[in-house]
């Protein structure tokens, strides 16, 4: 973003509040509407890990997510992999 705009998006965050100024308070002010960046990458990091996990142990993510927190089963795929 330009710099103009976030130092425009600080002095107005100033004017109304009191608290110290966090990079989302600019980012909200700047672009409302726009995606926080991370969030989806981050959903989607981890849908290509999971994904390559289960290609390398030999077992569909369908598998995986019926046993998500099977500690038991888990070490056993990873055993076996």
């Not at 981890?46 to 888990?74: L, S």
């Amino acid at each position: 973003m330009p710099f103009d705009e976030a130092l425009a998006a600080v002095q107005q965050h100033y004017r109304e509040e009191h608290r110290w100024i966090m990079p989302s308070d600019v980012l909200e002010r700047c672009a409302p509407d726009q995606p926080r960046l991370g969030i989806d990458a981050t959903a989607e990091l981890m849908a290509e890990q999971k994904q390559a996990w289960c290609e390398a142990h030999g077992v569909t993510v369908e598998e995986f997510d019926e046993h998500e927190g099977d500690t038991e089963w888990i070490e056993a795929v990873s055993r076996r992999g």
